[in-house]
């Protein structure tokens, strides 16, 4: 193994915040993908990543407050699946809720819609599962601006309330509401109205 390549591996984890969640094509500009597979095996064994699924690998956190370390956050291990299979991915669901802080439920299912494959992982009690589609709510459309519109349609039109948009209102950044009005256009004519409360603080 080239120790060159290791030690290029080892500072760029080194400098991830603990819980970054990586997989062999995070470092495909520093050697080939066998290299890179040998390197992350190795720091395993040195509990300097743990496995999380086969080909990914997290940086542990620990936690002083619980004297244990963080489970891995499902969501990262998502988004380093999609950056490594080069899928658009977008929450649905609970989790699309979830993931904004509109729901507090722990689901043991953490659900994508993607414009891959379908597939599913599985790791302890825990459930990634990617559903197909191909639609204008997935592609081309900002982070924020496809959660959201997920959430909207998991909460439907009768339960979301002033609170709600008030909530999402002051959750997202200037820039977010930005984009998020300019992007949603295509939507369903309530829920293009409900993004245009949000982004106006609530007013109609």
């Known amino acids: 193994m080239n120790n060159g390549f290791s030690q290029r591996m080892r500072e760029r984890i080194a400098a991830a915040p603990d819980g970054s969640v990586f997989t062999a094509s995070d470092f495909a500009d520093i050697a080939d993908t066998a290299t890179i597979r040998q390197c992350l095996n190795r720091m395993v064994t040195e509990d300097v990543l743990r496995r999380v ?101 998991a909460l439907g039109k009768r339960q979301v309330t002033a609170e709600t948009i008030q909530y999402l209102s002051g959750k997202l950044s200037e820039e977010e509401r930005t984009a998020l009005m300019a992007e949603s256009g295509e939507s369903t004519d309530w829920i293009v109205d409900t993004i245009r409360k949000i982004c106006t603080g609530g007013a109609a």
Request: glycine content about 6%; hydrophobic content about 35%.
């Open 53 to 153: 699924i086969r080909g990914v690998f997290e940086k542990p956190q620990y936690s002083t407050l619980l004297n244990e370390y963080v489970a891995v956050d499902p969501d990262k291990v998502a988004q380093a699946l999609a950056r490594s299979y080069h899928w658009t991915i977008t929450a649905s669901g609970n989790t699309a809720l979830n993931l904004l802080g509109l729901s507090e439920q722990v689901a043991s299912s953490w659900e994508y819609l993607s414009d891959g494959p379908y597939k599913t992982y599985e790791w302890g009690n825990t459930k990634l599962v990617f559903k197909h589609r191909t639609n204008k709510e997935i592609t081309g459309l900002s982070h924020v601006t496809s959660l959201v519109i997920q959430a909207l349609k």
